[in-house]
């Protein structure tokens, strides 16, 4: 044997994901767009310019295709699209076209969220959800634009968060309506569901080969001491309520399963007849800009728990940090959980990190970075974070690179040796 043969570029062992897999980020349409005045949270707190996405999408998108993303996860503005009840706009339609058509353009699969938590100003001044005949309202609008729209569309997310926007908006007080009934949150649970259904039944005959689902946001929730029962319940009792029960009640409308994946809970017994919720501290972990903890084997325990054989997509994974190399921990430490379960048998078939570019994170502003791209909001100039490179270095290798895996469990400072190899291999790309 030669000792002369060309060594293979990529030589090393990789923890390769399926074929096939989609790699993307996500964004959502008032966090990124810019100057949606017709939405309910034009009044409540505004995202004024966000992102300039609206504008600038052209330009996001090449930055897309340029980190080797195969997929996207993004919305349409329901408000935008239906300004006043029942009059459609058709320069917006046009634009969302034009928008669409040139993401396709570039080989990209698309997930397209239809409704991601901002209202037309008209609908929430008929109570929004709590209206009944909001899930009407819904596919009214959904029949007027999908017609348009399918051709570009390769996954369709009817609804993004249902229990977030209830707990946000009805319980919390954190968004609009920031309304307190015990009745309407669940009257808004109630027609969130029933608005999924007709959506999917109106798509998934349509549109048979274009698969539909929500995004649910899925937490890790665990007894802090195996032994205590009341401990348990609890998390039997929010694991049912949180992150099964939109599932149940609209059985048989899902042709895959999204999985929004941020919390970990662990309930602890002690100072009250209720178990409380560990704090972070509590927990001895690393923690987001936002106090979430960093806990990625949560993913796999949510992954496990709520697969049943159905594809599963994770429409949103991500992190707020001002500290790259926490988000390159982060994306390195979250996939290699994502592998570990599709290697004990879950299907999982794509991840969209989010989020592609900062934006508007609602009630809490701009502050929360939590892009792959960071924005400068004084002049909307986007700048590529080294963690955006190491995600397209995983991508590249449909898989974990070994090389990457040292990288779990310590907290150095990865991104400058990180960034300057994957510039190198970029330059390739380009
Ligand atoms: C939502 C996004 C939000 C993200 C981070 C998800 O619950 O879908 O709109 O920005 O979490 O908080």
Redesign the pocket.
């Known amino acids: 044997m030669s000792h002369h043969e060309p060594k293979e570029k990529h030589d090393h062992k990789i923890l390769k994901f399926p074929e096939g897999f989609l790699w993307g980020s ?1 964004t ?1 349409a008032y ?1 990124v767009e810019g100057n949606n005045t017709n939405s309910d949270w034009e009044d409540f707190k505004s995202a004024g310019a966000a992102c300039d996405q609206y504008n600038l999408y052209e330009s996001d998108f090449d930055l897309i295709k340029q980190l080797n993303h195969n997929a996207h996860r993004l919305s349409i503005e329901w408000s935008r699209i239906e300004p006043r009840e029942g009059e459609f706009d058709t320069s917006e339609i046009n634009h969302y076209i034009k928008l669409l058509k040139y993401l396709k353009s570039l080989n990209i699969k698309v997930m397209l969220t239809l409704w ?2 901002s209202l037309p100003k008209w609908l929430a001044q008929k109570g929004g959800f709590e209206n009944g005949k909001s899930p009407y309202y819904f596919e009214r609008f959904v029949k007027r634009i999908a017609p348009e729209l399918f051709e570009y569309v390769d996954f369709w997310i009817t609804l ?2 249902p229990e ?1 926007y209830v707990y946000e908006a009805y319980i919390k007080k954190e968004w609009p309506p920031a309304k307190i009934s015990f009745w309407g949150k669940i009257k808004v649970y109630l027609n969130l569901t029933s608005a999924h259904k007709k959506v999917y039944k109106f798509l998934h005959s349509n549109y048979p080969h274009k698969p539909v689902g929500i ?1 649910n ?1 899925i937490q890790s929730f665990e007894p802090y001491h195996k032994h205590s029962l009341i401990e348990q319940l609890a998390v039997i009792f929010y694991d049912v309520g949180a992150n099964h029960l939109f599932y149940l009640l609209t059985k048989g409308t899902h042709d895959f399963l999204g999985i ?1 994946y ?1 919390f970990h809970v662990r309930f602890k017994d002690g100072k009250s007849i209720l178990p409380h919720i560990a704090e972070v501290s509590e927990k001895s972990r690393d923690a987001s800009d ?1 106090g979430w903890e960093i806990y990625p084997e949560g993913l796999y325990d949510v992954l496990a728990d709520i697969s049943d054989h159905m594809p599963i997509y994770i429409t ?1 994974c ?1 992190i ?1 940090s001002t500290n790259d190399d926490r988000r390159n921990r982060f994306l390195i430490t979250y996939l290699h959980e994502v592998y570990r379960a599709i290697q004990s048998g879950v299907n999982v078939k794509g991840f969209f990190y ?2 592609l570019i900062d ?1 508007f ?2 009630h ?1 502003g701009f502050d ?1 970075r ?1 892009g792959l791209v960071e924005v400068d909001y004084t002049n909307q100039e986007r700048h590529i974070r080294p963690s955006a490179l190491v995600y397209t270095d995983i991508i590249q290798h449909n898989g974990i690179p070994h090389s990457l895996l040292r990288f779990i469990g310590h907290t150095v400072q990865a991104s400058e040796v990180l960034e300057k190899r994957l510039k190198e291999e970029l330059k390739e790309i380009k």
């Open positions: 996500a959502s966090q991601h938590f993004n968060e977030v995004a946001n929004n941020y936002l949103e991500g707020a989010w989020s934006n994170e609602w809490r929360p939590f």
